[in-house]
């Protein structure tokens, strides 16, 4: 069974930084892509980030370039979103998510969901 276990979420003021865990088990790291992606009230979830197996490939959403990084550490199974420059409008849940294929930006590639952390940028 694949679990993936979102932390780090919180309140931020704009311009602010925080940085989001996805822990999971050694197997499903080395196996799975994973990825970040979110939702916002009333909104439907969209991606924000992915991470090859092997951290050779990453891939952003354009609103995100240049102030969103994704990596993967292999030692604690765990892929960081870290997110800098922070927008009220990246206020969201953020969920990562597990697939088996290659880098993919839409929800169904993805095999496995956590359950989401909040993040709150105020202005």
């Known amino acids: 069974q694949v679990q993936l276990v979102e932390s780090g979420g919180g309140l931020v003021q704009a311009g602010g930084s925080l940085r989001l865990s996805c822990a999971t088990s050694a197997r499903t790291f080395s196996n799975y892509v994973i990825g970040w992606f979110r939702q916002a009230p009333g909104k439907e979830r969209e991606f924000v980030a992915a991470?090859?197996?092997?951290?050779?490939?990453?891939s952003y959403a354009d609103s995100v370039k240049g102030r969103f990084t994704i990596s993967r550490d292999r030692a604690k199974n765990t892929v960081y979103l870290q997110m800098n420059s922070l927008k009220p409008e990246d206020t969201a849940v953020y969920y990562c998510?597990?697939?088996?294929?290659?880098?993919?930006?839409?929800?169904?590639?993805?095999?496995?969901w956590g359950q989401g952390t909040q993040v709150t940028v105020s202005s």
């Open positions: 991470i090859s197996r092997s951290n050779e490939s990453t």
């Open positions: 998510a597990a697939s088996l294929l290659w880098i993919v930006t839409t929800m169904a590639g993805y095999d496995y």
